[in-house]
């Protein structure tokens, strides 16, 4: 038998017979390895940290003895496996059938087997035993952090498990938020959370805690959050006051400001049909707003702004403005006047929300004079009198202010009809001079001509003049000419007459030859334009520097002429043109010619005739008669006294 102790001794026999026995030898057998203990268990309650192993002995064989127990704890992390797979964590020794084994995890699946160690050896281990831990709560989670950039009115929420688990699995995790008390927003398996109905610019501040199978765990720390800023949020409708027809007061009330300071409050305002125009931007939260149209209805927002925007408008406020008096009256002008009265006119004044009612006239600063109209006749006024007026609107509101002064006269008695008729003194292809009586009392004359057959009137002539020439006429044309005296009151009544200027005159002469043989005396000349159908050309003579008389007409250009000796001729030419009334064409330039006279005489005659022919070549031909009857006796004068020189000496 294993592990036995036996006794020897030995006896000698021969055939003398048995010798006495030796000393008693004891051997023991070799003691076979154990068996493992049985009923191995977990005494007691449930631990976090610890447990007590306890089992029974196993049958030894012969006379063993135990000399200790080893056990081995190791981590499971399969239950369902025959041995322990995962990490050895430690031996324990013991000579006892239980051991208390301390420093274990809890919740944790842990494996033990238990061996007998006898002088044999140590046994086979026992059945595995598998044992839990009892779990604990776990360790408080780490603070959530922002899964997103925040934003006004939310914050996406993000977080991680906690350190320790607490040998158990996160069944879930509450957040809370402190609003004026910690409050819960959410539990459950999800590491995310959307934080929403917050408002801009806050902070927010949060706590997280997990929880097991055992239970919660701590709180993590608090941690703060911002929401993002927004635009203001609309203000209170604007109270506006009234402060005249013309300006108005507004007023609100600061409103939250979302994150973001206000910098400024926005005040627009628009008429109906209109667009908002803004009227005030400043940080105050009133202002007075001016250049109002009276009588108006306006419509009125505040809107407030921040760097992150400008806020919703404020509701609609309306005021109404009230009317004002009328605008000073406009245009005052006189619109008639006369020796004794004035009218005078005006624009309609401007009488925002009122009507006007009436107007005030004022003369000279006397009583005012009520007026419905816009038009005002006064009469028995001075003549040649200036008169300060001013004109007064008036409304529902009251009088407004008055017009500046505007200076108006009465006139003189106009000028009476001037005094007989328009007299013609001379006249031509292309002129007329007329003439006329004079009046007392007159500033000018006007003098104003049109064809005779049309009332286009053209002015002639203003001035004091009572003859004047009218020119660049067209020839043998009828014409009217009127002609009315001016004073200051204005002018008098036209005076009318018609006349008619001539036809062309024939064209002139241009130069004049003459050709002297002994008593014969040829004449050319030369005319500017061709003759016309009824014109001759028509020389006159004369030997008395006075009277001339007709030597030749027809259509040749040179005709000879028998002389007389020792007398002086005086020759012109000109054309004539043969119509019921003969007109003439303006004379060529006055030749004179003297014959020589006898032997005796003949010297101081030749002087006589170069003399006469040098003055009468240097003379040229003149349109007006006067003037040629005033050359021929300048010409005549040399001849006359060179004979009382012949006579005398």
Request: charged residues 20%; contains cysteine; hydrophobic residues 35%.
């Amino acid at each position: 038998t294993r592990s036995t102790r036996y006794k020897f001794r030995v006896y000698s026999r021969n055939v003398a017979g048995e010798s006495k026995p030796s000393g008693v030898v004891t051997f023991t057998t070799r003691a076979g390895l154990p068996n493992p203990p049985v009923r191995v268990r977990v005494e007691g309650k449930e631990r976090s940290d610890s447990a007590i192993i306890a089992w029974e002995p196993p049958v030894l064989e012969g006379e063993q003895q135990i000399l200790r127990y080893n056990l081995k704890l190791n981590t499971v992390t399969d239950s369902s496996a025959d041995s322990a797979t995962g990490e050895v964590l430690e031996f324990h020794t013991t000579d006892d059938t239980k051991i208390l084994i301390n420093s274990l995890l809890p919740g944790t699946l842990y494996r033990i087997l238990v061996t007998v160690v006898t002088a044999g050896g140590e046994g086979p281990p026992s059945t595995p035993l598998n044992f839990k831990t009892r779990p604990v709560s776990p360790s408080a989670p780490a603070p959530p952090i922002l899964r997103t950039k925040a934003s006004p009115y939310s914050l996406n929420l993000l977080w991680g498990p906690p350190s320790y688990t607490g040998g158990s699995v996160i069944t879930r995790y509450t957040l809370e938020m402190y609003r004026e008390d910690w409050q819960q927003l959410y539990t459950g398996p999800d590491t995310t959370f959307l934080v929403t109905e917050l408002s801009p610019g806050k902070s927010y501040r949060f706590r997280l805690r997990c929880h097991n199978s055992a239970g919660a765990s701590l709180y993590s720390n608090t941690v703060n959050f911002i929401t993002a800023p927004a635009p203001p949020l609309s203000p209170q409708p604007p109270i506006v006051i009234s402060k005249g027809p013309y300006a108005a007061s507004f007023s609100w009330l600061e409103t939250l400001t979302n994150g973001a300071p206000i910098t400024s409050y926005s005040v627009e305002m628009c008429l109906l049909g209109d667009t908002f125009v803004e009227v005030y931007n400043n940080k105050e939260t009133e202002c007075v707003v001016r250049n109002l149209k009276p009588g108006s209805t306006y419509y009125c927002i505040v809107k407030a702004n921040s760097v992150v925007g400008q806020s919703v408008p404020s509701e609609v406020t309306v005021y109404h403005s009230p009317p004002a008096p009328p605008e000073p009256p406009a245009k005052i002008h006189l619109v008639e006047n006369s020796d004794s009265s004035l009218k005078i006119s005006w624009e309609q004044s401007a009488s925002p929300g009122a009507d006007v009612l009436h107007y005030n006239v004022c003369f000279n600063n006397g009583p005012v004079v009520k007026c419905e109209e816009t038009e005002f006749y006064v009469d028995g006024l001075s003549s040649d009198t200036q008169y300060k007026v001013r004109v007064q609107a008036v409304n529902s509101v009251g009088p407004g202010q008055f017009s500046p002064v505007k200076m108006v006269g009465t006139g003189t008695p106009l000028p009476p009809a001037l005094p007989g008729e328009i007299q013609l003194s001379s006249r031509g292809h292309n002129f007329l001079k007329v003439g006329w009586n004079s009046c007392r009392a007159v500033k000018c004359y006007l003098l104003e001509r049109a064809p005779a057959d049309s009332d286009e009137y053209m002015a002639v002539y203003e001035g004091n003049k009572t003859q004047v020439k009218i020119g660049k006429l067209a020839p043998n044309t009828s014409y009217t000419v009127r002609v009315c005296a001016v004073n200051s009151a204005g002018s008098g009544p036209w005076l009318h007459a018609t006349f008619s200027t001539d036809s062309v005159p024939p064209p002139p002469i241009t130069k004049v030859h003459k050709v002297l043989k002994e008593s014969e005396l040829t004449i050319s000349w030369q005319v500017k334009d061709k003759l016309q159908e009824g014109e001759v050309f028509q020389i006159l003579h004369s030997t008395d520097d006075d009277t001339f008389s007709p030597v030749y007409e027809g259509l040749s250009r040179q005709h000879t002429i028998s002389l007389l000796p020792d007398i002086s001729y005086s020759f012109k030419v000109r054309v004539k043109r043969d119509t019921s009334t003969p007109q003439y064409g303006p004379f060529s330039q006055t030749l004179l010619v003297k014959l020589k006279p006898a032997p005796r005489e003949r010297r101081e005659s030749e002087r006589e005739t170069k003399l006469v022919e040098s003055e009468s070549e240097s003379s040229g031909a003149f349109e007006d008669s006067h003037v040629v009857v005033f050359i021929l006796l300048a010409l005549c004068l040399p001849a006359v006294l060179a004979v009382l020189y012949f006579v005398y000496f």
